[in-house]
């Protein structure tokens, strides 16, 4: 895929979808805490929720050797490892030897 390509597809605004930890779906996301991610073309990204006004800002880019897209938040590096118009996986960054976190995110509103 095109970085072009890419930017059409991820710039929007996602929504928490549910988790898998170590390849297994442990739930979804309820109305009790949701997280929104506002991905913009200049390569930023916004994270917020719908229980305060707290807003984090980060950064994204897409590696097309890799076939990725490296997410900065905090001075932590997380992946998304894959991409499609109805949802997008995110690799959480994890200590050696903890369980493997994923989030899956779908289009917010859908």
């Not at 710039?11 to 170590?22: A, T």
């Amino acid at each position: 895929m095109s970085a072009d390509s890419v930017a059409v597809l991820f710039c929007r605004q996602w929504e928490q979808s549910y988790v898998l930890l170590g390849g297994q779906k442990i739930g979804t996301a309820g109305e009790l805490m949701k997280v929104y991610h506002d991905y913009k073309p200049d390569h930023t990204l916004i994270i917020s929720n719908n229980k305060d006004s707290t807003k984090i800002k980060g950064t994204w880019n897409y590696d097309p050797k890799k076939k990725i897209i490296i997410l900065m938040i905090n001075g932590k590096h997380d992946i998304i490892v894959s991409l499609s118009d109805g949802e997008y996986v995110q690799k959480i960054e994890t200590p050696n030897g903890a369980t493997e976190t994923k989030i899956v995110y779908k289009p917010r509103g859908t």
